[in-house]
């Protein structure tokens, strides 16, 4: 059965460093793959997509890379900041499936 | 101008009993979506609508019923409520046509189930 793995319940990272989240799939081709941020008590808000021919993608702090041979997503929050405190939600899209992993919650210590 | 919204924001109902949720985007979307996130915040698609056609339903009980009387509305009613339904359900939309792309959600409505 398809199954999202997001590397681990929770995160703490210090302030101003770089926070990795990881996201593994397994027996799944996704078309692409989506990023989302959710807060306490809010739905999800899309953060970024990427598409399976597609190596890497970028959006101001963020960067988002995705690699269908290691079925792996990895996403990237640069000079973290307190702010970016949330849990984050890694889906796999084809047609009209989608699935969503259980989410990160990370921590950007002060 | 609130993009996808839903009513009610909480739900406490009683095992047994009926009820509704309420969805509506304004964001001219043709596709929306119902999703369940359990007490262990998995979040798991229910139903996607296209243009006020069923494109999934998922392995959902037919207790659920979704309703889409136009593209911008999507309702999701609930008959013989069970303890398990207790979940916070979110409304989602997206476009262009079909597809998934990125999703618009609502802020979920809190269901509770005593």
């Known amino acids: 059965s398809q199954k999202i793995e997001q590397n681990s319940e929770a995160l703490n990272i210090q302030e101003g460093k770089t926070a990795t989240l990881t996201c593994n799939y397994t027996?799944?081709?996704?078309?692409?793959l989506q990023w989302y941020r959710q807060d306490p008590g809010r739905g999800p808000v899309f953060l970024l997509l990427?598409?399976?021919?597609?190596k890497e993608k970028r959006k101001e702090r963020l960067k988002v890379t995705f690699d269908t041979t290691l079925k792996q997503s990895l996403f990237h929050i640069t000079a973290s900041q307190p702010a970016d405190s949330a849990t984050y939600l890694c889906?796999?899209?084809?047609?009209?499936?989608?699935?969503f992993g259980k989410g990160t919650r990370l921590h950007i210590l002060p | 101008d609130t993009a996808v919204s839903q009513t009610p924001k909480y739900l406490v109902t009683q095992m047994g009993n009926d009820k509704s949720i309420k969805c509506e985007q304004n964001?001219?979307?043709?596709?929306m979506y119902w999703y369940k996130q359990d007490s262990k915040k998995f979040l798991k698609i229910m139903f996607s609508?296209?243009?006020?056609?069923?494109?999934i339903n998922e392995t959902v009980p037919n207790r659920f019923s979704p309703k889409s009387p136009d593209k911008a509305h999507l309702n999701l009613h609930i008959n013989s409520l069970e303890l398990g339904d207790s979940a916070v359900y979110f409304c989602?939309?997206?476009?262009?046509?079909?597809?998934?792309?990125?999703?618009?959600f609502g802020p979920g409505t809190r269901l509770t189930v005593t």
């Open positions: 964001l001219g979307h043709d596709t």
């Open positions: 889906a796999l899209a084809r047609d009209d499936k989608i699935i």
């Open positions: 989602a939309s997206s476009s262009p046509g079909r597809g998934v792309y990125e999703q618009y």
């Open positions: 609508y296209n243009n006020k056609e069923l494109i």
């Open positions: 990427i598409r399976e021919n597609e």
């Open positions: 027996n799944y081709s996704p078309a692409y």
